[in-house]
């Protein structure tokens, strides 16, 4: 796989932060990552799909020394015009498979990788998966820590989930989502139409759609397992609730032991 593979996020980079970036779940994301550091030692972070920077500016604005990957020259665009976007190093390319070189060549450094807001199941394929795993936990240093967030396959094949919904969205915008899914090959695929106010009045629509493959948990841990990694914790939400039977998606930490080959301990 390669970045040209990666999702195609030009059309709506500018509007991203708006339409899919809900204020509250960005500061709990922020203040669980930001949490999660202080557990996992010395060290800078990486997030993989790093975006326009939702949740890296905030965290660099703590003092967390950050990197990012991303394919989405557009994205990285909206990134670079914040404050403080152009402090932080991006590399451009497939986080399934690449990632920034480390200042003493090799590139088991970091304390944390994360990837976030369902953008692991963007991955395709198993493999493209499996791969992610193997590249983030070889970028880990000893006790560091991999993070990611992913729906329950269960919570998004139920009839509750399926089919349309109007999903909020920041400045009076409206965003309708209906997601199709196939279970056959742990696939879905959500379909936006965003309906934005214009600031001369009457509103603008415009249309994307976004596919993603999902995983359950068991096959997560299972890849973790793969790559060397064991499953430290896993929460309901990025309040930290306990991930219950009643949860409709979690937030997995796993964690690179400290001594080579002890992913089972
Ligand atoms: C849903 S957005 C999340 C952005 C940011 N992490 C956030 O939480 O706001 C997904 C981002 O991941 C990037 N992306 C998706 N698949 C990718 C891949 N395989 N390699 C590199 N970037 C990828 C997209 O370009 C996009 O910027």
Same mark, same amino acid.
């Given at each position: /796989?390669? @970045?040209?593979?990666?999702? *195609?996020?030009?059309?709506?980079?500018?509007?991203?932060?708006?339409?899919?970036?809900?204020?509250?779940?960005?500061?709990?994301?922020?203040?669980?990552?930001?949490?999660?550091?202080?557990?996992?030692?010395?060290?800078? !972070?990486?997030?993989?799909?790093? $975006?326009?920077?939702?949740?890296?500016?905030?965290?660099?604005?703590? @003092?967390? +020394?950050?990197? &990012?990957?991303?394919?989405?020259?557009? /994205?990285?665009?909206?990134?670079?015009?914040?404050?403080?976007?152009?402090?932080?190093?991006?590399?451009?390319?497939? #986080?399934?498979?690449? $990632?920034? *070189?480390?200042? *003493?060549?090799?590139?088991?450094?970091?304390? %944390?990788?994360?990837?976030?807001?369902?953008?692991? !199941?963007?991955?395709?394929?198993? +493999?493209?998966?499996?791969?992610?795993?193997?590249?983030?936990?070889?970028?880990?240093?000893? @006790? $560091?820590? #991999?993070?990611?967030?992913?729906?329950?396959?269960?919570?998004?094949?139920?009839?509750?989930?399926?089919?349309?919904?109007?999903?909020?969205?920041?400045? &009076?915008?409206?965003?309708?989502?209906?997601?199709?899914?196939?279970?056959?090959?742990?696939?879905?695929?959500?379909?936006?139409?965003?309906?934005?106010?214009?600031?001369?009045?009457?509103?603008?629509?415009?249309?994307?759609?976004?596919? #993603?493959?999902?995983?359950?948990?068991?096959?997560?841990?299972? /890849?973790?397992? /793969?790559?060397?990694?064991? %499953?430290?914790?896993?929460?309901?939400?990025?309040?930290?609730?306990?991930?219950?039977?009643?949860?409709?998606?979690?937030?997995?930490?796993?964690?690179?032991?400290?001594?080579?080959?002890? !992913?089972? +301990?």
């Amino acid at each position: /796989m390669t @970045g040209a593979d990666a999702p *195609d996020y030009t059309a709506f980079a500018a509007h991203y932060d708006e339409w899919f970036g809900p204020a509250a779940t960005t500061d709990d994301t922020v203040e669980a990552l930001a949490g999660l550091l202080k557990t996992a030692g010395p060290g800078p !972070a990486l997030e993989l799909g790093i $975006g326009t920077g939702r949740i890296a500016l905030p965290l660099a604005a703590r @003092g967390v +020394e950050i990197h &990012g990957i991303d394919a989405s020259p557009a /994205m990285v665009g909206q990134l670079r015009a914040k404050p403080g976007g152009q402090d932080i190093p991006v590399t451009l390319g497939n #986080f399934s498979t690449a $990632g920034p *070189d480390a200042p *003493d060549g090799t590139d088991t450094h970091y304390a %944390l990788v994360y990837v976030v807001n369902g953008t692991f !199941a963007e991955l395709p394929t198993q +493999e493209a998966q499996v791969d992610c795993f193997a590249n983030a936990a070889r970028r880990l240093r000893a @006790g $560091g820590l #991999f993070v990611l967030d992913a729906h329950l396959p269960e919570a998004l094949t139920s009839s509750a989930s399926s089919g349309g919904r109007v999903v909020p969205a920041e400045g &009076g915008q409206l965003v309708l989502r209906y997601r199709e899914t196939d279970r056959a090959a742990q696939h879905y695929r959500s379909h936006y139409v965003v309906f934005a106010n214009r600031s001369t009045g009457g509103v603008d629509m415009h249309r994307t759609t976004v596919s #993603f493959r999902y995983a359950a948990p068991g096959e997560l841990d299972l /890849m973790a397992r /793969m790559a060397g990694l064991r %499953l430290r914790e896993r929460w309901g939400n990025w309040k930290g609730a306990p991930f219950t039977s009643s949860s409709t998606g979690h937030i997995s930490v796993y964690e690179r032991p400290a001594r080579e080959g002890n !992913a089972d +301990e």
